[in-house]
């Protein structure tokens, strides 16, 4: 099955009645793991950013602009992260996180973040990340590939993305 921009379902997309949650078009599923917590029996902060990483993996991995080989292909460096901590997680708790791009710079591209109960959309907490498109073999920042912002903008629906 493939949405009407072609790319295949393979992460649940969900509409829930506060706004603010129809806006990301795609969520990946997380199993919270006994090493995810702290004694005192919720998700450690650090693991949250760690959530944030599995899932803006699967989303570039989703639409196609890393095959997941190559650390050094992966087009992109991590350069700052923003969490906003609402609710703890629970090892009980069924978690999933949704991601998209809010802006594509010259160099660099914005995503946003929603860490939620699976069945609820009760949030835990909400998050950026700033990326810069870098070459890992010559240690340089360089500019967003056009593909990328071709690919991105398609999956994501809008030309507000600049």
């Known amino acids: 099955m493939s949405t009407n ?3 295949p379902v393979i ?3 969900h509409f829930m009645y506060n706004g603010h949650m129809s806006t ?3 969520f990946h599923p997380i199993t919270v793991r006994y090493g995810d917590l702290d004694p005192q029996g919720h998700v450690n902060n650090a693991g949250f950013i760690t959530y944030l990483e599995h899932a803006r993996v699967s989303y570039i991995r989703q639409l196609g602009l890393w095959d997941g080989k190559s650390f050094l292909e992966i087009g992109f460096i991590l350069a ?3 969490m906003d901590y609402k609710k703890p997680i629970l090892m009980t708790d069924d978690v999933e996180v949704g991601v998209k791009v809010s802006r594509l710079g010259n160099k660099s591209l914005d995503m946003e973040y929603l860490i939620r109960e699976t069945n609820t959309g009760e949030i835990f907490a909400e998050g950026k990340t700033v990326q810069v498109a870098y070459d ?3 240690g340089k920042t360089i500019i967003l590939p056009e593909h ?3 690919v991105i903008k398609s999956f994501e629906g809008s030309e507000d993305n600049q």
């Open 136 to 138: 890992y073999e010559t």
């Open 24 to 26: 990301f078009r795609f």
């Open 5 to 7: 921009t072609g790319f």
């Open 148 to 150: 990328w912002r071709e």
């Open 80 to 82: 700052r992260v923003e």
């Open 11 to 13: 992460c649940k997309i």
